[in-house]
């Protein structure tokens, strides 16, 4: 019994120091990885970094001043049309729509309004309205180029209207001038307004628009 006890507690006491040992390994592993200091930047990874923030800055600043540049530098595209008297639905709708007596156009609306100053001259010296629907993205040249040819365009009701601005499509959805018969599916229309007959011709066709403005 007493070999036995013996053996027993020497067995202990190497398990014992067993766990010791490991407890100990484990330590001094922590204490290493702890103990590692940490690594700081060289002067030349330091400089690299600076430098490499300098270009960044740099490039950015450049095309900022390209930007600003090409901003202020670049002219702005003027149509063929833009110079001549252009008008919206509203406008459309008081010059051609019908009133409580039978009468078609109330060009009274534009009285006593600065911005349609050079719009009432016209209206009030001629007998015939003129207005044009085009499409600024689908111009067609042979019309442009008569009525570029027109002399006394000025002096005349010739009016302007372009069927791509977001507020034109209004043209095929307000009753006021849904007998002016305006077509959707046209890139270009010309209306003629006989002020003292009080009538309308839509031409839908280049030809005969042509036709109309040669007319002039």
Sequence with gaps: MARVQASKSKANSKNKNNVKTQQNKGTSKKDVV??????????????FFRIGISVIGLTLVVLLIVFLIRYYTTEEEVGPYDDYLHINVTDLKYITQEDEYGVFGDFSYFNGIDDYADLRVVLNANDYVYVYFYRSTVMNDEITEAIE??????????????????SSAELF????????????????????????????????RVSDILIEINKL
């Design 173 to 204: 959805t307000t009753t006021e001038i849904a007998h002016l018969n305006l077509d959707s599916e046209k890139d270009d229309m010309f209306l003629i307004f006989d002020i003292n007959a009080q009538t309308f011709q839509l031409e839908t």
């Design 34 to 47: 702890k103990a590692v200091p940490k690594r700081e930047p060289t002067k030349n990874e330091l400089m």
């Design 149 to 166: 040819a027109l002399d006394d365009i000025d002096s005349m009701a010739f009016l302007f209207i372009d069927l791509d601005l977001v």
